[in-house]
């Protein structure tokens, strides 16, 4: 299959080429704003509650992002530069093995109990477009048996 690029519309020809989620954010006053995004499996979020907000308000429904966690976050997204990419993971474990699954903030998805049977990881890179200078967050999300994991995680 042949991807046609649009240069008018590059979040839709990125997401049209990669198969995640593509967030765009714009330093305006002391924060990072998301100002653009194609998703494909949001988890626990919608884009219209979190577009044109910063990384704090963004990330308030996080019990444990407190001013702390979002002055660090804040520093690392004003440090981050075009020639030297970060990533980062995380998961959890969950009873419902959607990819796709916005939910409102008012209503978040729970995770699993001690024994849910799936297991959801994001690999996520941030990264300084050189020429603009703003920083385009990707989450590749992967959904997992936890009777496919190898090790005390599947166990």
């Not at 990125?14 to 998703?39: I, P, S, W, Y």
């Amino acid at each position: 299959m042949r991807v046609g690029l649009d240069f008018g519309d590059p979040l839709g020809s990125l997401g049209r080429l990669a198969q995640e989620d593509f967030c765009l954010l714009e330093k305006r006053g002391g924060e990072h704003v998301l100002t653009g995004a194609v998703l494909c499996f949001p988890a626990g979020w919608t884009l219209s509650e979190k577009f044109l907000r910063p990384l704090s308000l963004i990330h308030a429904p996080v019990a444990a992002y407190g001013a702390d966690m979002a002055r660090r976050v804040q520093r690392m997204f004003d440090a981050i530069r075009a020639e030297q990419p970060l990533w980062r993971a995380n998961g959890l474990y969950y009873d419902d093995p959607a990819l796709f699954a916005p939910r409102p903030q008012t209503d978040p998805r729970p995770p699993g109990g001690p024994d849910a049977p799936y297991f959801r990881s994001e690999r996520q890179s941030i990264l300084r477009l050189p020429e603009s200078g703003a920083v385009v967050f990707s989450i590749h999300t992967f959904v997992l048996r936890r009777a496919d994991l190898a090790g005390p995680a599947g166990s």
